[in-house]
């Protein structure tokens, strides 16, 4: 993998967000709210629960810790607010590595596995695949609300982007 690869997965996962982002603004409030037995409950919670992981994915690739208490905000707006600056954050990080960045070891700590490494392109790829198994969640949950889902796929970003 190439530092140019984490270039596209990053601009693929912040292109899918947005658009998740923009369908959610869309839902009544008891549809982003509503518990529906999924594994954070509600659109609103999935979502809540990507970001937050996708910051501490990001705390952890470039200091090698979690962040100390993040929560991220209860609300959509301050949540697409906040998703919106860890996104900035993250591209001005991508701007900063070397080529063989993705192939370089990135050592953290885990909360409960302790000490970890892993090469960094397949730490971001674990983030990538984990916010869009979610996001597969929330357009599951939107489509049994009777909403039409958006479509996020990486071939809808391919040609979204030529």
């Not at 991220?72 to 998703?83: E, N, Y």
């Amino acid at each position: 993998m190439r530092t140019a690869d984490l270039h596209r997965m990053i601009a693929y996962l912040d292109w899918a967000n947005g658009v998740t982002l923009r369908a959610a603004a869309d839902l009544p409030e008891a549809v982003l709210t509503a518990d529906v037995g999924a594994s954070f409950k509600s659109v609103l919670g999935t979502l809540r629960h990507m970001e937050w992981a996708e910051r501490v994915w990001f705390e952890r690739w470039v200091r090698g810790a979690d962040p100390a208490g993040y929560a991220p905000p209860p609300d959509l707006a301050g949540l697409a607010d906040s998703w919106g600056a860890l996104a900035a954050e993250r591209r001005a990080w991508l701007a900063t590595l070397a080529a063989d960045a993705a192939e370089l070891e990135v050592a953290y700590a885990h909360p409960v596995r302790g000490p970890q490494r892993a090469v960094l392109g397949d730490l971001v790829q674990h983030a990538v695949d984990h916010a869009t198994f979610h996001r597969g969640q929330v357009i599951g949950m939107m489509r049994q609300a009777g909403v039409a889902p958006p479509a996020t796929s990486l071939l809808r970003f391919s040609s979204s982007t030529r």
